[in-house]
Nanobody, 126 residues
Framework: QVAMVEAGGGWVQAGGSVRLSCADY????????MGWVRRAPGKEREFVGG????????TYADSVKGRFTISKDNTENTPYLQMTNLSPEDTAIYYC???????????????????WGQGTQVTVSS
């Protein structure tokens, strides 16, 4: 059974940094490509970025490119989202999501991800 739990959210001032993690308590995500998706207040979900299950390839939305970095600890099957130079526009609930997929590509549509964590709130104040 998939059980993903995000951690690391909270409050940060603009320009600050936050690192999110996604624990694999179900021990089922070793072959899952992982994505990070966010939902800002009053907005649709936005795919932030993803990483292949081997951890060798990443992709990012243009809105976060150069500021956010996704990595993965393959020994623990734990993906991370390092966010830097945050702005109030980054305020959102951040979700990790998994999809059992080839490591040849990363799905950039959140509808392709069937397994989700409960989300963690990140609030950036100006």
């Amino acid at each position: 059974q998939v059980a993903m739990v995000e951690a690391g959210g909270g409050w940060v001032q603009a320009g600050g940094s936050v690192r999110l993690s996604c624990a694999d308590y179900g021990h089922t995500l070793s072959k899952y490509n992982m994505g990070w998706v966010r939902r800002a207040p009053g907005k649709e979900r936005e795919f932030v970025g993803g990483i292949t299950w081997r951890g060798t390839t990443t992709t990012y939305a243009d809105s976060v490119k150069g500021r956010f970095t996704i990595s993965k600890d393959n020994t623990e099957n734990t993906p991370y989202l390092q966010m830097t130079n945050l702005s109030p526009e980054d305020t959102a609930i951040y979700y990790c999501a998994g999809t059992y997929s080839s490591d040849a590509y990363i799905d950039t549509s959140e509808s392709e991800y069937g397994s989700w964590g409960q989300g963690t709130q990140v609030t950036v104040s100006s």
